[in-house]
């Protein structure tokens, strides 16, 4: 199957889901693709150094939880690697806040950002690849988004599931996918693509 070439919009924006220090506590288990951060942070200084909008997602799990992402603790920061860009673009930028996996599920309303300001492509990067990430894909597919889901700018980790089901990191990754881009609610893609065709 002949492969079609990557577009990436003029004003394009880049959601960036969830790059949070609590997803590096034990509680999650085994993760996978070790260079997730290294490919969001090219995503990221790309899309700054274009002037193209880049969106930065926080969940905020409720105080009385036990995630490690819950408001008031340490793990509900940015990684260093993010928060150490945040404001630094020359385009415009958004902090959206969430407590559930969709980002479109969050304050302020990210679809209306998106539309008041023109854009109908949308890139996403982040943690974690079959939570959050998905569920923002599948979102932006039905709100009618054109997504692209570069693959090796996020991570996810091994899952238990019913019947005694498990699966691994990556096989989780592989089923996402699939689903996504055989569903055609996005566009799978690499970092290596998405960058070549914002410049």
């Given amino acids: 199957m002949e492969k079609t070439p990557v577009e990436v919009a003029g004003n394009a924006a880049l959601v960036v889901v969830d790059v949070q220090k609590g997803f590096e506590d034990p509680f999650w288990g085994r993760r996978n693709n070790p260079d997730a951060e290294r490919n969001i942070t090219v995503l990221i200084d790309a899309w700054q150094e ?40 020359s385009g415009p930028e958004l902090l959206v806040r969430k407590s559930v996996n969709s980002a479109f599920y969050g304050e302020p309303d990210l679809d209306g950002w998106l539309k008041g300001a023109g854009v109908r492509q949308i890139v996403i990067a982040g943690i974690q690849t079959n939570m959050c990430n998905e569920t923002t894909a599948r979102m932006g597919g039905n709100l009618g988004y054109d997504v692209l889901f570069p693959l090796d700018a996020m991570h996810t980790f091994d899952l238990a ?10 096989e989780l990754t592989r089923a996402t996918a699939v689903s996504l881009h055989g569903g055609r609610f996005a566009r799978v893609v690499s970092t290596e693509e998405v960058v070549a065709a914002a410049r």
Avoid: I, M
């Fill in 161 to 170: 599931g019913p019947f005694g089901w498990s699966a691994t990191a990556d």
């Fill in 50 to 89: 274009s002037g193209r909008p880049v969106v930065f997602v926080r969940h905020d799990s409720p105080e009385q939880s036990r995630s490690p992402l819950r408001v008031g603790y340490e793990g509900n920061d940015f990684k260093d690697v993010v928060e150490e860009r945040r404001g630094k673009g």
